[in-house]
């Protein structure tokens, strides 16, 4: 019964013994009909009076404002329309003594109502019926939201228990005592146990952590969430063992879950199996510091350990080693480089064999090896490392019916403390193999300062690193030297030459850095930088100057680069100068050990429309039997015939067959050297075409050509006399 209708009877029954103990007191009799319109116009409840047929007899104050409703209009129509036809179907009028009570839909105006509708048969009351009406809305209401937060959190909790089952990641929660409450599927299948199985057991019995390395049980992160109260994470280097003996590498989290209170209700830990990923990132880790080919450590791993040799504080003596093998390019060239492949590997274990656990052992790259003896004195690593190179001279390596002999040149660097940095061990180990390969091969070397090799090895390998820095700062400055014509009306050519600026502004000429550069594979750059600054940055100057010829010098390796005609191709076909004006120099040294390279790239640059020059040609007497298999446009003989030309009859004659046979050939000659005049004339009756030397120019910067050297193809220079 509700709050309302309780107020209501109350108040009438107070109506009502008030009016008893008045009439009592006053001597009359009780009215009950005066009562009962008192009760029924001051209760909250609405009440009216209905007769056997339902129809509206009386009602009270109460029911209208109820209804909404006049009485005149209420009475229009049966009390049974006012209710939803769904809640009343059943209904019947009570007979009399009989109760009825039931909850139904009440229409108003701003829709529908909840009320108790409650009828009663009155005794002695000719079939009427009390029809009693209250509103029971608000508990409806928060009855249905009660319903609605029941139903969201059923819904929500499905949610979370389909994303949970859903997602990649273990989920275990358990209470405040440890004792597991829910597993995910992911969970169960990482660690073996059911969720139906683990239900009440505790954490640390179905969470089992082992040390990866003594295999001992650890106490799970969850106990130290709780402990603790804040997120703990799992270490690394630990595992979960699943119930079936399975070991897995996880990564995991526990916090400790709280109520709304703050109150700590338990936990929940997440994790996942990471033992794929870890497995993958081992080998990525392996592949970066390890060699593919031979499984050694390769340089990045072999340049870590040395530093870490070299950061020990007072350290014993360790030792670093560069191995060249020796005649090792002798088998790649000639049986193929899967043969090179299989002899790196064979010589890999061949050293591994002959040196202790500690060392550590890298493929620095091509047929080259650093070994880093560890703990070593200087007279042992002797020993291993001799012991090594006889290891290696034993090598009978046989491949498709032949069998080459292989060995191995050593230098040794002991890592005391004047070296500081992984670079100057490394350069001093260079230094000191290149002493051992010059000395005959199959040697070992150890570096000294006063080593005039070592020094001047030692001065390459700067000069090498400081190229690397001059080209990136655009140190170096080309220069031109002309190349004068004997005969009148021939146009004449400038020979490019390059320079380098230092540091302090100084100029260094090409004799100090071209060796270093040749040696460490740096000319191919620089040459791309020369062609760069003629074809492409001052291209448009060049073109504008009538009749200029240019004479550029090409190195073996960038002749060796298969990538070089197609960059240069790129280059002709931007630049506005014409590749008929160009004129390409390559050494005779150069054509003669690698006939078939060079070969193809002279005929490719002929097709270009350039012209060919073969330099100091006459150092070797076999350059007439090259001529015959190279077509070239110019060859410029030596300078060491042209010096003496005056006073050798032999050089004289050598420099007469020389420019005979070329012309025979329709090769243009070019004496080389010409610094003193009294060499022209001679030169002239020899039958040469042109000169260069002191005697006709000394190098310029190239700048000169666009202040001082502007000429036109008809302003050839005149004869030299």
């Not at 139906?196 to 799970?220: I, K, M």
């Not at 070593?376 to 001799?386: D, G, K, Q, S």
């Not at 700062?473 to 030459?497: C, K, M, N, S, T």
Request: proline share 4%.
């Amino acid at each position: 019964m509700g709050i309302t209708l309780l107020v209501a009877i109350a108040a009438g029954a107070l109506l009502l013994l008030i009016w008893r103990r008045r009439a009592r007191n006053a001597g009359q009799p009780i009215c009950d009909e005066d009562c009962y319109r008192l009760a029924m116009n001051h209760t909250g409840v609405g009440m009216a009076m209905l007769s056997a047929s339902g129809e509206w007899q009386n009602c009270n104050p109460a029911m209208c404002r109820i209804c909404e409703t006049p009485q005149d209009i209420l009475f229009l129509r049966p009390f049974t329309r006012l209710f939803h036809p769904d809640d009343i179907i059943a209904l019947t009028l009570p007979r009399e003594g009989n109760r009825t009570s039931l909850e139904a839909r009440l229409q108003l105006d701003s829709g529908w109502h909840w009320m108790r509708l409650t009828l009663t048969g009155i005794e002695g009351g000719n079939g009427c019926v009390l029809m009693e009406l209250e509103s029971t809305q608000a508990s409806h209401d928060v009855q249905a939201e009660l319903l609605d937060k029941q139903r969201t959190l059923a819904r929500e909790s499905d949610h979370l228990r389909v994303t949970l089952d859903a997602i990649a990641d273990a989920v275990i929660a358990t209470d405040e005592t440890g004792r597991i409450t829910f597993m995910n599927p992911v969970a169960e299948s990482l660690t073996g146990w059911t969720e139906q199985n683990a239900l009440g057991v505790p954490v640390d019995e179905v969470l089992e952590l082992v040390d990866d390395d003594t295999g001992e049980r650890l106490p799970s992160p969850v106990s130290a969430a709780l402990e603790g109260l804040q997120v703990c994470y799992l270490r690394d280097g630990n595992r979960l063992r699943s119930r079936d003996g399975s070991l897995y590498e996880i990564q995991d989290s526990a916090s400790p879950l709280r109520s709304d209170d703050g109150q700590l209700v338990g936990a929940v830990v997440v994790f996942r199996d990471i033992t794929s990923r870890r497995a993958m990132q081992k080998a990525l880790d392996f592949h970066t510091t390890h060699d593919a080919l031979t499984g050694l450590t390769n340089r990045r791993g072999f340049e870590l350990a040395l530093q870490m040799a070299l950061s020990e504080e007072g350290r014993e003596p360790n030792i670093l080693c560069f191995i060249n093998l020796d005649r090792f390019k002798v088998v790649n060239d000639t049986a193929g480089h899967v043969a090179g492949d299989a002899l790196l590997r064979e010589c890999a274990s061949v050293i591994g064999h002959q040196i202790r656990d500690d060392d550590v052992l890298a493929r620095l790259g091509g047929d080259e090896f650093g070994l880093l003896l560890r703990h070593c004195p200087v007279e042992r690593a002797r020993l291993i490392t001799e012991r090594l190179i006889d290891a290696l001279d034993t090598i009978r390596f046989s491949w498709e019916e032949a069998v080459y002999d292989i060995g191995a040149s050593v230098g040794l660097v002991e890592l005391d403390d004047g070296i500081v940095s992984v670079e100057e061990a490394m350069s001093r180990a260079d230094v000191a193999c290149y002493t051992a390969k010059h000395r005959g091969r199959g040697q070992l070397a150890v570096y000294t300062a006063d080593d005039s090799d070592a020094s001047r090895r030692h001065l390459e390998l700067q000069m090498a690193a400081s190229l690397r820095e001059s080209l990136e700062a655009d140190r170096f400055v080309l220069f031109v030297q002309e190349i004068r014509p004997l005969a009148e009306g021939d146009p004449g050519h400038y020979e490019v030459l390059l320079r380098l600026r230092g540091r302090d502004g100084e100029m260094i000429s090409p004799g100090a850095f071209i060796p270093a550069a040749e040696r460490y594979q740096m000319m191919p750059h620089i040459d791309r930088w020369v062609l760069r600054q003629l074809l492409q940055e001052r291209g448009a100057e060049l073109a504008a100057i009538g009749g200029l010829n240019l004479a550029i010098n090409l190195s073996a390796t960038t002749l060796d680069d298969p990538s070089f005609p197609a960059y240069l191709e790129s280059l002709l076909a931007e630049t506005p100068l014409a590749a008929e004006r160009l004129t390409f120099e390559i050494t005779e040294t150069t054509v003669v050990n690698q006939m078939g390279s060079v070969s193809d790239v002279l005929i490719w640059l002929r097709e270009q429309g350039c012209k060919v020059a073969l330099d100091d040609f006459g150092s070797g007497f076999s350059s007439f039997n090259y001529l015959k298999h190279f077509k070239v446009d110019y060859l410029k003989i030596d300078g060491s015939f042209v010096r003496n030309l005056m006073r050798s009859s032999v050089d004289h004659t050598i420099v007469e067959s020389i420019n005979e046979v070329a012309h025979r050939l329709s090769i243009q000659t070019v004496a080389e050297y010409v610094e003193d005049a009294a060499l022209i004339p001679l030169l002239r009756e020899t039958g040469v075409d042109y000169v260069q030397g002191y005697a006709i120019g000394r190098p310029e910067p190239l700048e000169t050509l666009f202040k001082h050297r502007q000429y036109h193809a008809n302003d050839a220079h005149p004869p030299l006399h």
